[in-house]
């Protein structure tokens, strides 16, 4: 058996730095990394010829105000130990040369059945607690695996009934995906999986939750997908979108219905506030006007962001609640009788705080709204063979089901989203100039998407 005792913590530290960086799930890509440190380390158990223990790593920034520098980013690495490598799991080994094969635990089955059975009793790991929802049981011996790419989280899905997901990124407080399941179960909302569990950890008197395990959708379909599909269809034809018989907006309309009814009991469940929508606007604009710095093209767009924003500032005040925060089509799932909104953590960029906080239930839809917008249109771009008339049809779909959207969305929520759409649209141009800095940084030849976006919200003042 592996003595994972001789693997010190300044092996682990050396071995993490440059590893880290590497991992889909690091949110400070492209940030100078000025120290790390080990915070934690947990000894989970063993199984067969695998030792296991649950790293949480602290990662300092450096480079200036616009890569975080200064702030501390803590990560959780759960780390499996094996006297010899495995061939399966070499792309997530940690670059340790002398000493035992050390790699990303979440990528075996061995691992993940510790940490299963340590759910399905309840168990406390030294400073890890699992705690199952009341009344809810968990089957131990659950095999597990990891369920398709991962992005800011890892989910593994548990003997095809659960899934668990690890939060990679962890910060002190209560997290919202595990809140805001938490309180939707308790208003028997049928448009999430329901929560069984969830496992957090106290440091210092401050709580943090690790991860959380729900009922797992094996039967449905990713929006994204779903939609893509019909949008693929639509431009191997030349017919309208309305004509197709793969034709989206009855989905559109049932997810907005879906998303307005998850509104209604989380309002019903967490209450709601008003607000005065200078402020909300204010922030709006300011992260408008930050973003040049990173898209110069945006600065000819400012005059009539500016001109927006008054608008939705003349509003008033704004019903504000509790929302889903990042809501688009891979955030939701289709299942043979319904939609099921997933991964209620928030923008992953922003502080649990500001994702914790009440906001209005427009800047959902926006996401939604913007979320039609890409998935019409990221087909057609790099290719110099589209047609005016193509991209027209393209449009044309993303129109048609954003409004069978906000239609279905009315439905249920006794008013519609476009009644208010100087508001919308300032939620709308957020989005959009968030995806224009996004696709700056990450995928340059995309930056055309969101910026037609933002030309139709605040179209460029030239002389």
């Known amino acids: ?44 158990g063993s199984r067969s010829d695998v030792q296991v223990e649950h790293l949480l790593v602290d990662v300092e920034l450096d480079g200036g105000v616009e890569l975080g520098g200064g702030t501390v980013q803590r990560y959780q690495v759960p780390l499996g130990f094996r006297d010899a490598a495995v061939d399966d799991l070499a792309a997530w080994r940690l670059p340790i040369q002398d000493g035992p094969f050390v790699y990303d635990g979440l990528r075996d089955p061995t691992v993940i059945a510790l940490y299963s059975d340590a759910i399905a009793a309840a168990d406390s790991i030294g400073p890890l607690d699992f705690r199952l929802v009341a009344g809810a049981a968990v089957d131990a011996g659950m095999s597990g695996r990891v369920l398709g790419a991962e992005q800011s989280n890892t989910s593994v899905i548990l003997g095809e009934v659960l899934l ?72 191997a034809s030349d017919r309208s979108p309305e004509d197709m018989d793969s034709d989206f907006a009855s989905e559109a309309r049932g997810l907005g219905a879906a998303v307005a009814h998850v509104h ?64 688009h089509l891979g955030q939701v799932l289709r299942t043979p009788s319904t939609w099921l909104l997933i991964d209620f953590e928030g923008e992953p960029a922003k502080s649990l705080e500001e994702r914790r906080r009440m906001d209005s239930p427009l800047r959902d839809v926006a996401g939604m709204l913007r979320s039609f917008d890409y998935a019409a249109h990221h087909l057609l771009l790099g290719d110099a063979d589209v047609t005016d008339e ?36 300032a939620y709308e141009l ?27 919200l605040a179209p460029p003042v030239r002389g």
């Not at 001789?6 to 120290?35: C, M, N, Y």
């Not at 595990?178 to 496992?199: F, K, S």
Request: glycine share 6%.
């Open 164 to 235: 668990l997901k690890l939060f990679r990124q962890v910060a002190s407080g209560i997290n919202p995906d595990i809140e805001l399941h938490r309180v939707l179960a308790e208003t028997d909302c049928t448009y999430v999986a329901p929560l069984r569990a969830w496992i957090e950890t106290e440091s210092d008197g401050e709580l943090s939750m690790l991860g959380m395990a729900q009922d797992f959708a094996s039967d449905s379909a990713e929006g994204w997908t779903t939609a893509l599909t019909s949008v693929r269809d639509l431009l």
């Open 1 to 44: 058996m592996t003595d994972r005792a001789h693997v010190s913590t300044d092996s682990l530290e050396d071995a993490l730095l440059p590893w880290l960086p590497q991992q889909r799930w690091f949110a400070a890509k492209g940030s100078p990394i000025a120290s790390l440190r080990v915070a934690s380390r947990v000894d989970v």
């Open 390 to 425: 193509t991209y027209a049809r393209a449009s044309a779909w993303a129109a048609r089901n954003s409004s069978a959207f906000c239609d279905g969305y009315a439905e249920v929520a006794g008013y519609d989203p476009r009644d208010h759409a100087a508001l919308l649209g």
């Open 264 to 327: 209604a009991d989380l309002a019903r469940g967490l209450g709601t506030d008003e607000r005065d929508a200078s402020s909300t606007v204010a922030e709006i604009l300011g992260r408008v006007e930050g973003a040049v710095a990173v898209v110069p093209e945006l600065a000819e767009h400012l005059p009539a962001a500016r001109d927006l924003v008054a608008r939705a500032e003349a509003g008033g005040t704004a019903t504000v609640q509790r929302i889903h925060g990042d809501l």
């Open 430 to 456: 957020d989005k959009a100039v968030y995806e224009a800095v996004y696709e700056a940084r990450n995928r340059p030849t995309w930056l055309d998407l969101p910026m037609r976006a933002v030309g139709r």
